[in-house]
């Protein structure tokens, strides 16, 4: 998922940037091309007086793997979490999965660890695997043709679900401990919710942990998914890639209740786990060469499956 957060962020950036010289200029030629290297038709759009003709090769290209990050702090805060569930217990550090149905929010997040605990730590069963993204609205003209056709060039920088690769871990081995999603969480505060309900003599388990803004490498996420793009990530992308872009101010990576189902036995043996992250990327305001860029948004989620679980 981080390469993809990236990608998205960039081509924002860079297709921002193409759209500013339109309105400035008589006449631009942009080639878009997919992952694979493949032309993307988005002949017959005009912009400005403007056209963007695929084809040309001395022209700017929108490459997948460039992006671009503000200058200065970013936000370091989290969303509180609302309800029953505001409380800040710390977790225990017992791995032993606890008897009997879990209900408040702690029994939930230890009974959780401990299912976790035996395979990410002990590789106990086999499992497949799918991880795959989505993109949503973007926010870049103003022009719904425009902004639709854009929307199109970035879906051909995700993994669809159909093209992500199922990825099976034996049991016992190395993979199955490495592929699988952590939960060492201590702070409870940061979970918004957490529930079990019984169906099919199983534990159905939901966790929603609060928003995070632009996670740093100490964010609470880290302790429940491999798969959460840091601000780290981000400035080294810019400083060791990037050159032409220049004074960002304001951009955001945000996660919107990132939710963990899983489906548990209640000897914890895990049957399904899914986790979903909703991302909304916004960008206050950059300069890219001689092209300033206000208030671009765009949306992406990211689904992490495994199934078949086999201990």
Request: net charge negative.
């Amino acid at each position: 998922m981080k390469k993809n957060v990236l990608r998205v962020l960039s081509l924002l950036l860079v297709a921002g940037m193409l759209l500013a010289f339109c309105s400035c200029t008589q006449e631009i030629l942009v080639r878009f091309v997919d992952k694979d290297g493949n032309d993307l038709d988005l002949s017959g759009i005009s912009i400005g007086g403007g056209s963007v003709p695929v084809n040309n090769t001395d022209t700017p290209t929108a490459a997948p793997d460039t992006t671009a990050a503000p200058s200065g702090d970013t936000a370091d805060t989290t969303a509180a979490p609302s309800g029953d569930n505001a409380d800040a217990t710390p977790a225990s550090d017992n791995t032993a999965v606890p008897t009997g149905k879990p209900s408040t929010k702690d029994e939930v997040m230890d009974f959780y660890k401990a299912a976790v605990a035996r395979v990410r730590d002990n590789a106990e069963a086999s499992y497949h695997k799918k991880e795959y993204q989505t993109v949503g609205s973007l926010n870049i003209t103003g022009i719904g043709a425009v902004d639709s056709a854009i929307e199109n060039v970035v879906a051909g920088y995700v993994t669809t679900e159909e093209a992500a690769e199922d990825q099976f871990s034996e049991k016992g081995s190395d993979d199955a401990k490495r592929r699988f999603p952590p939960c060492t969480l201590t702070d409870y505060s940061k979970v918004a919710s957490a529930n079990c309900t019984e169906a099919n003599g199983n534990y159905k388990i939901t966790i929603v942990m609060v928003d995070e803004d632009t996670p740093k490498g100490g964010t609470f996420l880290k302790e429940v998914t491999d798969s959460v793009l840091l601000w780290e990530d981000i400035e080294k992308e810019v400083t060791t890639n990037v050159k032409i872009i220049k004074d960002f101010q304001d951009v955001h990576v945000i996660y919107k209740g990132y939710q963990i189902d899983a489906e548990i036995t209640p000897d914890g043996k895990f049957v399904t786990l899914d986790q979903h992250a909703h991302v909304d990327i916004t960008i206050g305001s950059a300069k890219i060469l001689i092209a300033t860029l206000k208030n671009k948004s765009g949306t992406m989620d990211n689904y992490m499956k495994l199934w078949d679980f086999q201990y």
